[in-house]
């Protein structure tokens, strides 16, 4: 069993950056796809980036070229950098590690 512990949120201006990480409890070597999801008030939760073991990466298009996704399957973490951040980012952020893992969520708040 693993647990997914994220870290990193909080409350930016937009245009500023923030950056979530997300630590395994155990080893992420064997979870082919990971990735963070999103849900932000009235709204189904989305994946915005996700990730394979062997570091293919992929976006939403909403997010594209603003996030970047990144893992270290070495120390059990899972991080995305988010950059030019917008008031629609708004919402709160899951680590998910497929095909059930998740963690508790973290709150990103982008003020205009």
């Known amino acids: 069993q693993v647990q997914l512990v994220e870290s990193g949120g909080g409350l930016v201006q937009a245009g500023g950056s923030l950056r979530l990480s997300c630590a395994a409890s155990?080893?992420?070597?064997?979870?082919?796809?990971m990735g963070w999801h999103r849900q932000a008030p009235g709204k189904q939760r989305e994946l915005v980036a996700g990730i394979t073991s062997g570091g293919s990466t992929n976006y939403a298009d909403t997010v594209k070229g603003r996030f970047t996704i990144s893992r270290d399957n070495a120390n059990n973490t899972l991080d995305l950098q988010m950059n030019m951040l917008k008031p629609e980012d708004t919402a709160v952020y899951y680590c998910?590690?497929?095909?059930?893992?998740w963690g508790q969520g973290t709150q990103v708040t982008v003020s205009s």
């Open positions: 155990g080893s992420i070597f064997r979870i082919n796809f």
């Open positions: 998910w590690g497929g095909p059930s893992y």
